[in-house]
């Protein structure tokens, strides 16, 4: 199973939220090394005829072991003559790296672009953006921001088809100006940087001639302040790791949680005074049934008899606790 199994549901062992009382169960401070956010913000923008100009490109071929899988290379284990391969899904977008492999792989020899050509997509190809030309400018109206001035790189596959309806893939880095302010942290020995979380998506384009093209693209920038840090945090200790779950039907599970043994439902019902039942069953003392086990003292709200065995209990159940036949009531 997982920390998330259904069996671990509200177990105090998994991470996440915590019932009751948050101080509950801290027993020690741990010290623990992580990127510290010191501030962060969040850009996003539609780039109208952005030109591009595409590089490394490689044509868009089956993969020899899956062929007709969108072109996406396939993992095989090999023994002998015998390959068993699993094709990821047809859903997912093929990248360039896949793209190459395929190309590398193919026996025959590779085609070149021919004539016009013909935009498909484009999108990001990692969400690690590359910043450049950074300056950061102190104000001295507001105590630790600064004014920061960037340029982002956001690289992009772009797929497009040639003339022949041959499909290609190239690869381009559009360019993203940044003139933000952010919180910055005082000097320190241990500097803090600066990073860039980047996504892309093309909604057009138009080829231009010379491995170039006009595009519109959605583009968000996310720029972060860091600084690895050692920092003191409050713990519930070290997690309990439970085995991994197999995946199965569980089919059996709704049996196996009934209880081992049968259990009488005229043992929960309440009853009331002792009186005298018939074919030979009394009831206790204390106004339990006999066949039902003792229960507290009440007053009756109905009796039932047993329609085969003639048993009688001074309680609402429905159900006969010494054959199992149906009870009615006798009042």
């Given at each position: 199973?997982?920390?998330?199994?259904?069996?671990?549901a509200?177990?105090?062992?998994?991470?996440?939220?915590?019932?009751?009382?948050?101080?509950?169960?801290?027993?020690?401070?741990?010290?623990?090394?992580?990127?510290?956010?010191?501030?962060?913000?969040?850009?996003?923008e539609?780039?109208?005829?952005k030109?591009?100009?595409?590089?490394?490109?490689?044509?868009?071929?089956?993969?020899?072991?899956?062929?007709?899988?969108?072109?996406?290379?396939?993992?095989?284990?090999c023994?002998?003559?015998?390959?068993?391969?699993?094709?990821?899904?047809?859903?997912?977008?093929?990248?360039?790296?896949e793209?190459?492999?395929?190309a590398?792989?193919?026996?025959?020899?590779l085609p070149?672009?021919?004539?016009?050509?013909?935009?498909?997509s484009c999108?990001?190809?990692?969400?690690?953006?590359?910043?450049?030309?950074?300056t950061?400018?102190?104000?001295?109206d507001?105590?630790?921001?600064a004014?920061?001035?960037?340029?982002?790189?956001?690289p992009l596959?772009?797929?497009f088809?040639?003339?022949?309806?041959?499909?290609?893939?190239g690869?381009?880095?559009?360019?993203?100006?940044?003139?933000?302010?952010l919180?910055?942290?005082?000097?320190?020995?241990i500097?803090?940087?600066?990073?860039?979380?980047?996504?892309?998506?093309?909604?057009s384009g138009?080829?231009?001639?010379?491995c170039?093209?006009?595009?519109?693209?959605?583009?968000?920038v996310?720029?972060?302040?860091?600084?690895?840090?050692?920092?003191?945090?409050?713990?519930?200790?070290?997690?309990?790791?439970p085995?991994?779950?197999?995946?199965?039907?569980?089919?059996?599970?709704?049996?196996?949680?009934?209880?081992?043994?049968?259990?009488?439902?005229?043992a929960?019902?309440?009853?009331?005074e002792a009186?005298a039942?018939?074919?030979g069953?009394t009831?206790?003392?204390t106004?339990?049934?006999?066949?039902?086990?003792?229960?507290?003292?009440?007053?009756?709200r109905?009796?039932?008899?047993?329609?085969?065995?003639?048993?009688?209990?001074?309680?609402g159940?429905?159900?006969?606790?010494?054959c199992?036949?149906?009870?009615?009531?006798?009042?």
């Amino acid at each position: 199973m997982s920390f998330y199994s259904y069996k671990n549901a509200h177990s105090d062992a998994c991470p996440g939220m915590v019932n009751g009382n948050v101080l509950s169960g801290l027993n020690q401070r741990v010290c623990v090394q992580v990127k510290n956010v010191y501030d962060s913000c969040m850009q996003q923008e539609q780039l109208d005829d952005k030109r591009i100009v595409i590089e490394n490109i490689v044509p868009v071929l089956p993969g020899p072991d899956c062929p007709g899988n969108s072109g996406r290379p396939c993992s095989c284990d090999c023994e002998g003559n015998r390959c068993n391969c699993e094709c990821p899904p047809a859903s997912i977008p093929i990248t360039h790296d896949e793209a190459v492999q395929n190309a590398e792989n193919n026996p025959g020899p590779l085609p070149r672009p021919y004539g016009a050509w013909t935009f498909e997509s484009c999108r990001s190809s990692t969400t690690a953006g590359r910043i450049s030309n950074l300056t950061v400018e102190r104000m001295t109206d507001r105590p630790q921001f600064a004014r920061v001035r960037c340029t982002v790189d956001v690289p992009l596959d772009v797929l497009f088809l040639d003339q022949r309806c041959q499909e290609w893939m190239g690869q381009t880095v559009i360019k993203v100006d940044k003139d933000i302010l952010l919180c910055i942290p005082d000097d320190s020995i241990i500097p803090f940087t600066l990073e860039s979380l980047v996504s892309a998506i093309c909604v057009s384009g138009t080829y231009i001639g010379n491995c170039a093209f006009d595009i519109t693209v959605c583009v968000t920038v996310v720029l972060k302040v860091l600084a690895e840090v050692d920092i003191l945090i409050p713990t519930y200790g070290f997690c309990q790791v439970p085995p991994c779950e197999e995946f199965a039907e569980n089919v059996c599970d709704e049996f196996f949680s009934l209880p081992l043994f049968p259990q009488s439902s005229c043992a929960l019902e309440p009853v009331g005074e002792a009186a005298a039942t018939g074919n030979g069953t009394t009831t206790s003392a204390t106004g339990g049934c006999y066949a039902c086990g003792p229960v507290n003292p009440v007053r009756p709200r109905r009796v039932s008899q047993c329609s085969n065995c003639g048993t009688t209990c001074a309680s609402g159940s429905t159900l006969c606790p010494r054959c199992g036949s149906a009870m009615t009531s006798t009042n």
